[in-house]
């Protein structure tokens, strides 16, 4: 029998996110398992006008590192009051594959994650990173889409269809 006592659950706190994350939730609970939180901060591709090189002078990294770890901190807290085993990491590169790299590093037995459901022109100019993710990773990746995760459940939380 297959055993899942570590689950990863990425998120870039969207609303999408919070859908697998409600999944994560119950199958940790259920399974007994580890929940392990991720945030990758991806680089942010800014467009040069006239060939001029930007100007900001903000370190995006950084600043975006430190709120995903307060982000990420502030959504452990509440799980652990709720008596789950909590665990939270940032990393900084393309989302898919530190998501990879997480599973390859970690002892992670399963992703649960949310796909946008992205499709024509969109999908093809933003890509899938949940569809990076299932091609990539080692471990068995469910997915979540948020129109199957709108249907509300007697508890009045939402409730995640895995595809």
Avoid: W
Avoid at 86 to 112: F, N
């Amino acid at each position: 029998m297959l055993t899942y006592r570590s689950l990863l659950c990425p998120t870039d706190f969207s609303e999408h996110s919070d859908a697998a994350l409600l999944r994560a939730e119950d199958l940790a609970r259920r399974l007994d398992a580890e929940l392990v939180l991720l945030h990758v901060v991806e680089p942010l591709l800014m467009p040069v006008e006239y060939g001029l090189p930007s100007s900001v002078a903000v370190d995006y990294g950084d600043a975006a590192t430190a709120r995903a770890r307060q982000y990420l901190e502030s959504a452990a807290h509440a799980l652990r009051n709720r008596g789950l085993r909590v665990r939270t990491l940032v990393r900084q590169g393309l989302a898919s594959e530190q998501i990879a790299e997480v599973v390859k590093s970690e002892p992670i037995d399963l992703v649960v994650l949310a796909t946008h459901g992205y499709t024509g022109i969109k999908h093809a100019l933003l890509g899938s990173t949940a569809e990076r993710v299932v091609r990539t990773c080692t471990c068995p990746v469910m997915t979540i889409r948020v129109a199957a995760a709108k249907t509300s459940t007697p508890a009045g939380r939402e409730q995640a269809t895995a595809l």
